[in-house]
């Protein structure tokens, strides 16, 4: 057929309106647009490698939100329409507002501020072939192997036995030195090599490199631990037994970056879920005048079953309610809040990986580039551990994303019965709400290295933010 021909060809305008078809979000924005493309994920860049813990990723909401006038909800007296408050617990957690008109609805939307990672032990320190070691504990859902010979850097607090609390963050400075778990060398590895991939390092293995130069006294036995126990007494005023009282988080050492020619992608560790951190946190610091309470919600331990107290399965939800409605007076209970709320789960999925498609259907995963992806369900096998949002619901969210032309798609997290993995939209769900996935896809999800796209990254934002206005 001749274009002419095509052109007249009305099948081909049916073809047109009938069929789901998604184009790149690159090319559905404007030229005029790109540019505010890159500007978003330059600062989000900056965002993310100076948030690579919980606790510092919550320090910098705080700086984020005190800077557009959000106030601590410890310092107001009261909360009336137009007000903007966080309230912030133990420093892992953190819900911050901005009162709308409808003052006992929210518009709800809630990411994760933990990624996987390496925990120290209670007992870590040892002296072993001239090095000094510290054992780790991995935290979250990691393949092991991806932590040898990554440059690590060191964030955590300890308690000296006075009661002394103490910062340490080590290696996020150029000019700061760094640790390292190095890996067998190929030559003698041919019986590592026929083990299983999740045994090719296992957890015990994950011993971090963290010091060499011996004492020079012939008096004491262990001469490098001893250097390193003095240094960290020095510096910090620790002794080895307060290794048992801290938390000290090792993350890999390394900012984050443009991927690619042309830049169209960013590269950097704990994009899942900061990513979403990021662009729900400006959607809300941009957010004026809302029809609803406009909140966003920063939850931890994600990565780990959303358990204990600053964890989406706790009470944190129902508790920031309980303040909020006491500070505006309301006469209801924080559970109808709740209740009639509507809410994203902020989070990631995955994208199609053009060197692993095998694990993915095909029309049913997203893909890098082509807009914020809203799932309807994630979980695994017969949609276990999801809360499967109402179609009433994600119809809403179409809505949204139609009526703002923000570039949407959606998906599945692989092929059935192959994996899967879960969110805190269940546990936010709970209480009644409307809630539904929705965030960027990412590719090597939990690696140390994580992808994204800049479309993506921006399509996100744009949704959050029109959400918390509807
Ligand atoms: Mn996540
Ligand atoms: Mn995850």
Known sequence: MTEKKEKNNPNKKLEEKLFYKKESAW???????????????????????????????????????????????????????????????????????????????????GSHVDSPRLDLKPSPLYQNSELALLKSHYYGGIKKFHWVNTPLELHGVAFTKSGKTVEIHIGDKESDPKFIIPDLLPHLAKEQMKKEGSKIIEGEELNIICGHIPLRDKDIKEKIKFTILKHLNDTH??????????????????????????????????????????????????????KHTAVAYFSDKEETGSNGDTGAESFSLVNFTFDYIKLAGLDILPWKILERSKAISADVTTAMDPTFSSVNDPQNVSYLGKGVSIEKYGGGGGKYSTNDAHAEYMQFLRNIADKNSIPWQTGEMGKIDIGGGGTI??????????????????????STCEVTSKADIYSAHLLYKAFFTE
């Open 237 to 290: 005023g620790l002794i080895e037994e307060d290794f048992a009282f801290a938390e000290l988080e090792f993350v890999p050492a390394q900012k984050s970056i443009d991927i690619g020619f042309d830049r169209g992608l960013v590269g950097g560790y704990g994009q899942d879920d900061r990513v979403c951190v990021y662009t729900s946190l400006m959607a809300l610091t941009e957010t004026k005048n809302p």
């Open 27 to 109: 090319t559905d924005f404007a030229d005029s647009e790109h540019k505010k493309i890159f500007d978003f994920a330059f600062n989000y860049k900056t965002f993310l490698s100076e948030s690579k813990t919980e606790r510092l990723c919550i320090e910098n909401i705080i700086k984020i939100l005190e800077k557009a006038g959000f106030k601590n909800i410890e310092n107001l007296k009261s909360v009336k329409k137009g007000d903007k408050g966080y309230k912030v617990f133990k420093g892992k957690t953190l819900t911050a507002f901005v009162a709308g008109e409808k003052m006992d609805e929210f518009r709800l939307i």
């Open 425 to 446: 939209a269940m546990f936010m769900s709970r209480f009644g709400m409307d809630c539904v996935d929705a965030g960027p896809c990412v590719l090597g999800m939990h």
